[in-house]
């Protein structure tokens, strides 16, 4: 006789199965790391932290959202894109791409740190009661917190940087566009997390004892 032992495969699968308590937790993680990395690039705003770097001749340029700060033989100086200044010092061109690719940047990355703050509470209501919040209105706001992610790095990438780049081909992406790419990495992950964790099922479900053994012969 063959015994087919369903106990044993029940518990299996239940031991693999993702637990929405682990999962809801490793979210809130994810979602404070992704929070982190956004302050530090919001930080760019003000070329605290650069999104495009250039160290030249002993000179350090750093190019944030709004502003580029130049400090070399121990004198710093701080040229905003919106300024007269910045199309005396460099061509308008570069002036305006930073301007406005800068400033699109920015303001997505307020949205998103609005929608992450929005979603984290909601992740948390929803770990301390499952039918609290529903999880589509938590997949739609982390869809917007992604799109708001992708358009910040892309504008950037593709409006400033490329323009310094094509004049000098010693500036490259900095700190602060590598956090916000990072952020907009990390957010498919919770959204994996969340979309596979059903509404229906509960730690409870995932413990109930399985069905009786059946005998084959």
Known sequence: KIRVTTKKRKHKQATMALQPSVAHAVSIVILVVTLIFLFGAIAGAEGEVAWSARNKNGVETSYGLTVARTNGNGIETETRYSSDDCERSSSDDICRACRDSGGAALSFLVFALLGNV????????????????????????LGGVWFCFFISWVSWA????????????????????????????????????????????????????PPADKADA
Do not use: Y
């Open 118 to 141: 929005a979603v984290t509470v909601l992740v948390v209501l929803k770990l301390r009661a499952p039918d609290a919040v529903p999880k589509l209105l938590i997949l739609a706001i």
């Open 158 to 209: 593709g409006g400033c940087q490329k323009e310094l780049h094509d004049n000098d081909s010693d500036v490259t992406l900095g700190a602060g566009w590598a956090l916000t790419f990072m952020c907009f990495i990390l957010i498919p992950i919770v959204i994996f997390i969340e979309g596979v964790v059903s509404d229906d099922n509960s730690d409870e479900e995932m413990q109930a004892p």
